[in-house]
């Protein structure tokens, strides 16, 4: 099996975890994970490569249950799925009292560290200011545990902005291009979405979480600005009405199905 599909069965583990297992004590027989991922065209070798990947960067760790050999989210992995399931549904209260989180690193790690690092920082939620900059709308639990793993020093602080804040969320983000993308993400789930038989436990599962791994893509280029400093008719209320309303839709039917795996997971 390739690489690129060992990543994509990985990312595949986070959307179940978050989206479903977190909710459900965290952990799952790895008979019941093969179950799950399998309508979403994964093979067992290909979840288990998965699995044994992501326990190695210390997202799971292995754990004996009921129903056979599992695994469990560890706190690391706790900490990132709730950070983002705030970001995902949107949980937080839109109170921003006005000041921006500055972090400024002490200097640029080298070049695949920073790579990794930015790639973190902009999950968390920050957007770039200049090379050592960075900005967010709010303080991120994990940014110490981000800094640490790439063993990079930074000062952070809380302040208000002595101009328009609009302005420096648009230097910070793209906002034209993410509302344009906002858009296109309506486009193109709107028509495979509305037709899934939400009768059919199996495939609303597989389409509900397909719908999340496409949302969550937006979390590295939206960090939940205030609505006070973005654009009025702002496409992401538009695109997070529309993943609300499916993700509702098709929420009992894709449970029914995550039940019936944990409760036999070596299937019917």
Known sequence: MSDSGVVRARSALFDLFGGHLRARGGLAPIAALVRLLEPLGFTSPAVRTAVSRTVRQGWLEPVRLPGGPGYRLTSKAERRLDEAAARIYRTRPDDWDGRWHIVVLEELPARESRDRLTSSLRL??????????????????????????????????????????????????????????????????EGRITTVNEADDAASFAASLELLHAWRGFLFRDPGLPGTVLPQEWGGDLAAEFFDRHTARL???ADRFVGSCLANPAGP
């Open 251 to 253: 929420a009992p039917a």
């Open 124 to 189: 968390l939620g920050y957007g770039e200011l200049g090379p050592v900059t960075w900005v967010a709308p709010r303080p991120a639990n994990e940014l110490t545990d981000v800094l640490a793993v790439e063993s990079t020093r930074a000062h952070s602080f809380l302040g208000t902005h002595q101009g328009d804040d609009g302005e420096l969320a648009r230097r910070a983000w793209n906002l034209d291009a993410l509302a344009e993308d906002y858009l296109a993400f309506i486009q193109a789930w």
